[in-house]
């Protein structure tokens, strides 16, 4: 046994192993049963706040007011139970910061003010998905206490889905005209890392409020920095 699942773990089913069973998207949650949405719920709220290797089964099952056997009904084990919470959240924000590209990004007017109000909207995503980045904080933190394939299917759900995402429109801004960019995926991490990450690493993804006029100074600023590498000279 490994330190991180000795205190919660069971023999796993193999049909039911974590990496076997993907996690639910959010649009699916209202075809689960009502007590396995009650577990993820207390499950993002405990491993949010407790992280990963202190929180216990019993801790979780105290919060969604069941028993703890009826979380190994659903989950073969704690690692499991992370697993589908952590994806669930990182397939929801994914989805929904391509949304905010996509309404952003498709027809722009001013190419400067269109890229600082996609800025500013991905950063709204620390309010509105706290859960999710409390979450966040948890694997940066516990990352040498979680298994590789579970931070490895988080990285694919989440990051590296957001990173394809940019890098679709880096390279048809450049077909456009609208920037130089020689490498699309290069484009889309500076633009990230001077925007988005600008914000959300200085304040813990969210824990520790920044006010909205220095993040309007940040996200302007960074965005005045990725343009003065990859604008057009037209």
Known sequence: MTEQTAPDARPA???TTPDATPAAPAAARRGMPE???AIAR?????????????TSVDAIAAEA??????IYNHFADKEQLFRSVILEGATTVAATQAKIADRHL?????LRTDLVDFGLERVDSLTTFAEHWALVRTIEAEALHIRPAVLEAWQDAGPRETHRVL????????ERGL????DP???????????FLAVAQPTFYGALPMPAERIAEVVEHGVAAFLAVYGSPG
């Open 13 to 15: 089913d193999p049909a």
């Open 35 to 37: 007590k396995r949405v």
């Open 42 to 54: 207390a499950a993002r709220t405990v491993f949010g706040r407790e992280g990963y290797t202190r």
């Open 65 to 70: 007011g069941v028993s703890k056997r009826t």
């Open 106 to 110: 498709r027809k722009i007017v001013d």
């Open 167 to 174: 890098t679709h429109w880096m390279a048809e801004f450049a």
């Open 179 to 182: 920037l130089v960019v020689p």
């Open 185 to 195: 995926a290069e484009a889309a991490r500076m633009l990230n890392l001077l925007t």
